[in-house]
């Protein structure tokens, strides 16, 4: 039996046995044959989750980038690492050898220690899907230097808050961008940022769409020339184990966004781990995850744990729909990609085209199909298995969290028997408990209940950076002795999982979390707004969409109303950025709150759902009157 490979039903449930009984014993074993290390770890695993404090393979002395780039020169110096497909469909996709890697890998960080990048130092990454995304995340790791990489659709304001919070020293940028026929002014946006970042010192500027954009003398440089000068060897940096690896920002249900802390060696071994098992990964495979490097998806699934695998990893700089609803599965066909990742708001809005779209296309060589970032619905679930599975691709729905770094709950493909909307079980190492509102535990099948996870695994996040406090306070004071996941979920008769959703005020918007408070914050800066409340609503597409209920501070003719919903979804624009925008708005005169003042976003959000017909108890508010008003006037 190999701990490593699973390879059928038996073995699954031996191997998670065994990680159960002896959790520390089993990560060794694999950490031991899988892995490059400079030096062996003293002890395996120290947690607390009551300080919280958890570490793995303590001691031990590595560098990822030599496990993700070094190591596999010797037998697949020549095989693609990463495949490039461009926006446009004419441009040449670009192989990229792990040689060739190696090599960019290397300059990038020689062209960082040239700029003043030291080990532990914050680089902030603002670039849209091209190679030089995945190269700068790597030449940080090759150096010491702690990645932050910022979705390139936030917004500057969003940008600002995420450098300063991490305190970057230096961004990584491009003049702008491709998205389908748009380009975007990526360096105009990071300009306006850093007028709020004292703190940054270098921009390094990639060139991709050729704009004419000023550059701030002393502080903006272009990459080219500098890289053409750099070495292509860099010796790797010796890292600790447990020195962080990078920095990714999630929204929480209140206040800034959580800057998550994952480590090293314990991100890579469960991320390799992951990668090989929920995707029955072979050599020759070309992988493909759509989702961005903005997002953990893509740092895990399409950075580090293919490429600590000596795999090929697609990575696309493009939209679903451009040059036509057909491009996914163009290029399909174009790499022979073997096995697809992506999330359940793209196979609804791909789902809504002509079925032409895929069917001219020879998806043949697919073997695995992949969901993430939010329940897919059984409608998506089974045009996925139909049309592009053709029935013979398993569907791994993957659950996992940003703080989680790696899948924790996933069917082993060809192994776990699939159930549309189910994750089914647990992978080897992970311990999950369901809880009731009470604190106690809920045991047995067939029940719901809060999703709970009670005993550390190797890539979860360390700390928020800066508020370990924070940390303590949203995953290990709701529970004793448990990570809370702010899911809930339920376990039918065999004891697989389905995840329901968020259970706090998060809201999943095409698979992005966006946390209630933020949004309103920022619709509360309009001159006009006295207050507001964010709910979420069914939507076909995107899963949820995002309902505003919001009081004006004079109530203005219905005719302003228009007006005033555009300007405050500019608003969330400036702040956040376009995935945050509403829906729909209603304005009103008031909100249902409790006695002691806290609004009741479940009547909101019923009478958001066209869920009218049981309220629930209203008797308790301070101004039942205003439901009715609200519901007279729904949208
Ligand atoms: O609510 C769960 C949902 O996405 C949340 C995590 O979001 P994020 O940190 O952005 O990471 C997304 C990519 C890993 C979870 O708390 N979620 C993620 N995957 C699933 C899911 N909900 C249902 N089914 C899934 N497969």
């Not at 037998?75 to 926006?87: H, Q």
């Not at 380009?183 to 769409?209: F, H, M, N, S």
């Not at 990459?223 to 890292?239: N, R, S, Y």
């Not at 950075?303 to 695998?309: F, H, Q, S, W």
Request: charged share 25%; aromatic share 10%.
């Amino acid at each position: 039996m190999s701990n490593y490979h699973i390879k059928n039903l038996e073995e699954y449930f031996q191997v998670h046995r065994k990680s159960v009984r002896n959790p520390e014993l089993f990560w060794e074993e694999i950490a031991e044959e899988h892995f490059l290390w400079r030096k062996r770890w003293d002890k395996v695993l120290t947690w607390d989750f009551k300080k919280p404090e958890v570490k793995w393979f303590e001691g031990a002395k590595l560098n990822i980038t030599e496990n993700c780039i070094d190591r596999h020169l010797r037998i697949r110096g020549d095989k693609t690492a990463i495949l490039f497909e461009p926006n446009d469909p004419k441009e040449t996709a670009q192989h990229i050898s792990y040689r060739q890697l190696y090599e960019r890998v290397n300059q990038l960080a020689n062209v960082l220690k040239e700029q003043g990048i030291k080990k532990g130092d914050r680089v902030c990454i603002y670039l849209p899907m091209i190679p030089e995304l995945a190269i700068s995340t790597l030449a940080c790791a090759r150096i010491g230097a702690i990645h932050s990489v910022v979705f390139a659709g936030f917004s500057a304001m969003a940008l600002s808050t995420r450098v300063n919070d991490s305190d970057c020293k230096m961004v990584i940028t491009s003049d702008g961008s491709y998205r389908g026929t748009k380009t975007i002014d990526l360096k105009g946006i990071v300009d306006d940022a850093l007028k709020e970042c004292p703190g940054v010192e270098t921009v390094l500027v990639v060139k991709r769409i050729h704009s004419e954009i000023e550059m701030k003398n002393g502080r903006d440089k272009w990459l080219q020339p500098l890289l053409d000068k750099a070495a292509t060897e860099c010796e790797p940096e010796i890292m600790d184990a447990e020195d962080p690896l990078f920095i990714l920002y999630t929204s929480g249900s209140t206040g800034m966004p959580k800057g998550m802390v994952h480590t090293t060696a314990g991100y890579m071994v469960y991320t390799a781990y992951t990668f090989k098992n929920v995707f029955q990964y072979r050599e020759n495979d070309i992988f493909w995850c759509t989702a961005d490097i903005g997002w953990i998806t893509g740092h895990s699934y399409i950075v580090y744990g293919p490429l600590a695998n000596g795999a090929t990893s697609v990575m696309f700089e493009g939209v679903p729909n451009y040059p036509d609803w057909g491009r996914f599965w163009e290029i399909v066909a174009k790499h022979k990609v073997t096995q697809f990742y992506t999330a359940p708001t793209a196979i609804r809005a791909l789902a809504k085209e002509k079925l032409d779209c895929v069917e001219r296309h020879d998806l043949s060589s697919l073997k695995v199909l992949g969901s993430v970032g939010e329940p897919i619905n059984e409608e998506a679930w089974h045009w996925y298995n139909d049309n592009i599975g053709k029935k013979k691709s398993p569907i791994v729905d993957t659950w996992w969290q940003t703080e989680t770094g790696g899948i924790m709950i996933s069917p082993i493909p060809y192994i776990t028997p699939t159930k549309p909307t189910y994750a089914t079980f647990p992978l080897p190492g992970i311990q999950l408990t369901l809880m009731d509102e009470h604190g106690e535990e809920i045991t047995g099948n067939q029940v719901d209940g809060r999703l709970c996870i009670k005993f550390p695994w190797p890539s979860m996040a360390r700390t928020i950076w800066g508020n370990h406090k924070r940390y303590k306070e949203t995953y290990f004071s709701t529970y004793e002795n448990q990570y809370f996941t702010g899911d809930g979920a339920l376990r039918d008769e065999v004891g697989y999982y389905r995840i329901t959703g968020r259970v706090d005020d998060v809201i999943i918007v095409s698979g992005h979390n966006l946390g209630t408070a933020p949004i309103e914050d920022s619709i509360n800066e309009h001159p006009a707004v006295a207050e507001s409340a964010i709910v979420g609503f069914p939507h076909d597409i995107k899963g949820n969409a995002l309902y505003g209920y919001v009081i004006l501070k004079e109530t203005g003719e219905s005719r302003v109303h228009d007006n005033l919903r555009k300007e405050i979804n500019q608003i969330i624009t400036e702040h956040i950025g376009p995935i945050a925008k509403l829906d729909k708005i209603q304005f009103t005169s008031g909100l249902p709150k409790t006695r002691s003042g806290k609004i009741m976003r479940r009547i909101l959000r019923k009478i958001a759902c066209n869920e009218t017909d049981n309220l629930g108890d209203t008797s308790t508010l301070l101004n039942p009157e205003v439901v009715q008003e609200i519901m007279d006037n729904a949208l």
